[in-house]
Every structure is written in C-alpha cells, then in structure tokens.
C-alpha cells in the first residue's frame, strides 16, 4: 500500500515538471521529435512570409527634403536656425547628388542625405541612416 501512494506522488511530480518546461519553437520540436526517431535532422529557419518590394524611382524634390529635415531636427529639438542652416546646405549637396542620375530611389536618398548630414549633426543622420525601420 505505501509503494501505490509513493507512485502516485512521481506521477503528480512529473506532471508538475512538464507544466514547468519552457514552450519550445516549431524548430526545436522537430529537432526533439527527430532525436527521437534517431534521425539526423537540422531545424528549419523560419521564414518571413511577407514579400519584400523592389524600392521604385521617386520624383526628387529640394523643398520636400528641407521640409522633411527641418521636421526631423525638430523631433530632435534642434533650434530652427541651426536647422534651417543644415537643411539649406543638405538640400542643395543631395539636389546636386540626385541630378547626375537617372532615377534614384527612396533608399538612396535617404543613404546620400545621412552621409551629408553626418557631416554636421551625427544624430540626425543615424535618423536617415535607419528610416523605414524600426528603432
């Protein structure tokens, strides 16, 4: 009779073990189930489902681009003057930049538009180095 008691008590602790188990990835468990099975398996990457879009030709404007600095600077509470100094010289280095071109993109500009600025403000250009993605 005590051993009938002892085993209940295990059965219980083990049920209160893999309650406890961490949850595992859809990788890890195939990796688990084929170790399992003695098979010799990698887990699989996971990939993105969603398709990345080519980035298309833009029409460059200077005033948008000043527009687009002076409105950034201010999230970085730059003072007007010292950004409306940068957006002018930026603007007009990127303008310059964009009309040896045929088509440039959005990527590009913001790529031309940090290495101008990083010139002058190294915040604002790690803004336009990472626009588009999350910081």
């Known amino acids: 009779m005590f051993r009938k008691k ?3 008590a295990n059965k219980k602790a083990k049920a209160i073990s893999k309650k406890a188990e ?10 688990k189930k084929a ?3 003695k098979i010799k398996a990698e887990p699989k990457k ?9 980035p298309q030709a833009v029409k460059f404007s200077e005033e948008a681009l000043k527009r687009d600095i002076l409105k950034e600077a201010k999230v970085l509470k730059i003072s ?4 409306g ?21 959005q990527p590009d500009i ?6 101008e600025i990083k010139k002058y403000n190294k ?4 803004i336009y180095e990472n626009k588009g993605k999350i910081i």
């Open 123 to 126: 915040d604002l250009a790690f």
């Open 85 to 105: 100094k940068y957006a002018k010289i930026v603007s007009g280095r990127v303008a310059a930049w964009v009309s040896k071109r045929a088509t440039v993109t």
């Open 6 to 8: 002892k085993a209940t």
């Open 35 to 37: 170790k399992a099975k």
């Open 110 to 115: 913001d790529v031309q538009v940090a290495k």
């Open 80 to 83: 007007n003057e010292t950004a």
């Open 22 to 31: 961490p949850k595992l990835t859809k990788a890890e468990a195939e990796l």
């Open 46 to 54: 996971i990939l993105a489902k969603t398709k990345r879009r080519k």
